[in-house]
């Protein structure tokens, strides 16, 4: 029932910029925390972003900086804004979102995206 969708990757030269979005839909009551990974090819998936539902941020030390991460409550969206892009940063990059379905559902379980590419070049 619940899905992330995300979108806005792709191809992009070093120094340039992306926005990334992830959307939730479904049967949802409520969303926690939402967060940006990424998967390169040979390399473990890594966590680049969250954000809580009260707004605060923290970061990987590689996005810092370069990366901002923001969210829309009333969208369920979630964002993540690239600067400054490298070659290093091309990846997969997933949303997550921590979702209750019901109101006694406080908690809530991981919901992961099927990614979008983004792809950097030098």
């Known amino acids: 029932q619940v899905q992330l969708v995300e979108s806005g990757g792709g191809l992009v030269q070093a120094g340039g910029s992306l926005r990334l979005s992830c959307a939730a839909s479904?049967?949802?009551?409520?969303?926690?925390?939402m967060g940006w990974y990424r998967q390169a090819p040979g390399k473990e998936r890594e966590e680049v972003a969250r954000?809580?539902?009260?707004?605060?941020?923290n970061y990987a030390d590689s996005a810092k900086g370069r990366f901002t991460i923001s969210r829309d409550n009333a969208k369920n969206t979630v964002y993540l804004q690239m600067n400054s892009l490298k070659p290093e940063d091309t990846a997969v990059y997933y949303c997550?979102?921590?979702?209750?379905?019901?109101?006694?559902?406080?908690?809530?379980?991981?919901?992961w995206g099927q990614g979008t590419q983004v792809t950097v070049s030098s």
């Open positions: 954000i809580s539902s009260g707004g605060n941020t």
């Open positions: 479904g049967t949802i009551f409520r969303i926690n925390e």
């Open positions: 997550d979102a921590r979702i209750g379905l019901t109101m006694g559902d406080y908690w809530g379980r991981h919901y």
